[in-house]
Each structure stands twice: as C-alpha cells, then as structure tokens.
C-alpha cells in the first residue's frame, strides 16, 4: 500500500528554489490539491515574475507567464473566456502587494472566480533581498540597511486585512508553512480556495507566510523560527473572511 507518493500534477523538474525555501512546500501542497480534486487537466496557472517565475516547470497543468504583478488579470482574461476551466496564480510579495496591488484590489471587487496563492515573505527574494511592501518594521533589507523606518518608507501592507474590507471577495485565509501543523493548515485552506472556485462562488486568497533563509542571512532552522517569532506577530494566521461560512452555507 502506498502512503506516501509525488502528487501527480507536479512535475519531474527539479525546484531550483534555494536550500530551506519554502516555495517547494507550497507547490506540492498545490499539485496535491490538484490531485484529490481530480481537475489537473482543466487547471491553468498562471506564474509571476519573482522567485517562483519558473513555475510553469514545476506544474503539469496548462499555465501562462503573466508580467510583473498582472496575474490576477491575465487570470481575470483566462476565466472569462474559458468558465468551465480552473484558473489559479502563484504571486510573491513583491509581486502581488506592490506593482500588482491595483490588479489584486478590482480582482477581489468584482468578486472574480479565481483563486490566488499569494506567498508573503516579506523580501524581494528574485532580485537579491530589497525591501518589499510586507518587509517588517526595523527589518533589514538591501534598501533598508539601518531596518525598514515606517516613517520614511511606511507601513507594511496586511493584505488579508485590507481585501477583507472589500464586499466582493470571497474567501481570505493566511496561513504558514513553517511547522507540520501549519502546513496541514494551509492545505486546508487552499483546498477551500480552489474548492470555492469550483462551486462557483469567487474570489478566493490564501496568503501563505513563507521563508526567504538566503536573503533573511540566515540558516534554514532559523528562518522557520523567525516566522513564529517576527512574522506572525505581525502577520496573525486565520480567516479573513468567508461568506459561505458567514451565510451558513
């Protein structure tokens, strides 16, 4: 009896995420998601640009290459045209929460059946380790060498707090992958994200708090503790939001 095996929709391709990186985590709960939903072959993804841009290698559904933070749209596009398909993205921090804030924003607004992956670990991981919108208060950063000063770059930006506030989204969870009983958690939720699109009910974003160890300066084991130690202090795990829930559905 087999106990344990590589989801199908996830390919041969090996990551070429750094050591500790927990992107790989998160596709293979993904592709598992996949798997037990039986909708690999009418899935389309849709990859960023950031860390996980090559993940059209590591998926074996359809996926598309969106520019720097547009996915939502191109998600939006591909919907539209093809209902009857299962359209996600993959999206960093950088990617989502910065250029592609107003495209995340309307997305939620008209209550898009998509659903959204959006990974938070507070970096520009892709292009070295440059403050992004989510980087901490005081966090150091390749452009915020003395820590991250609110009063001169601001505050980060708690997204599953500020969708939550609009009428048209569906589904907001945030959840981390830096222990065995978060990563359980945040199958869950993003079986329920793409569970909901299925049902037709829309828009749906699970926020992952994820790990940059390379950029952060430091090991793997440290970093999984920073999360519960900085990030999620900052970033508290739960549902945002859940109108089914909240109608009793």
């Keep these: ?20 990186c927990t992107h ?28 996980s841009v090559m993940a059209y290698d590591y998926f ?3 996926m598309i290459e969106a520019a ?7 998600a939006t596009g591909v919907k539209r045209a093809l209902p009857e398909n299962i359209v996600f993205t993959y999206q960093g921090d950088g990617d989502l929460a910065s250029i592609g804030m107003a495209e995340t924003v309307h997305a939620a607004a008209r209550n898009e059946n998509i659903t959204i992956i959006f990974i938070n670990n507070a970096i520009y991981g892709m292009t070295g380790g440059q403050m992004a919108p ?12 003395y820590g991250r000063d609110v009063n001169h770059c601001g505050f980060p930006i708690k997204i599953c707090e500020m969708l939550s506030q609009i009428e048209g989204a569906e589904y ?23 569970q909901n699109q299925v049902e037709g009910k829309g828009f749906s974003l699970v926020e992952v708090v994820s790990s940059c160890p390379t950029n952060w300066g430091m090991t793997p084991k440290k970093a999984l503790e920073w999360i519960d130690e900085k990030m999620i202090p900052y970033y508290p795990l739960g549902v945002y939001k859940d109108r089914s829930a909240e109608k009793g559905e």
Excluded: W
Excluded at 29 to 44: F, S
Excluded at 68 to 74: D, E, K
Excluded at 172 to 194: D, T
């Design 1 to 20: 009896m087999v106990v344990f095996d590589k989801p199908h929709a996830l390919s041969d391709m090996p990551l070429h995420y750094c050591p500790g």
């Design 24 to 51: 790989g985590i998160i596709h293979r709960l993904v592709a598992e998601v996949m798997d037990e939903l039986e909708i690999e072959g009418k899935t389309i993804g849709i990859a960023p640009v950031g860390c």
């Design 134 to 145: 989510t980087s901490l208060p005081g966090q150091v950063t390749q452009t915020s060498p």
């Design 68 to 74: 720097h933070g547009r996915a939502p749209a191109v």
């Design 60 to 62: 074996n559904c359809d």
């Design 172 to 194: 907001l969870e945030r959840v981390a992958v830096n222990n065995v009983k978060n990563v359980k958690a945040a199958k869950k939720a993003i079986k329920k994200a793409f």
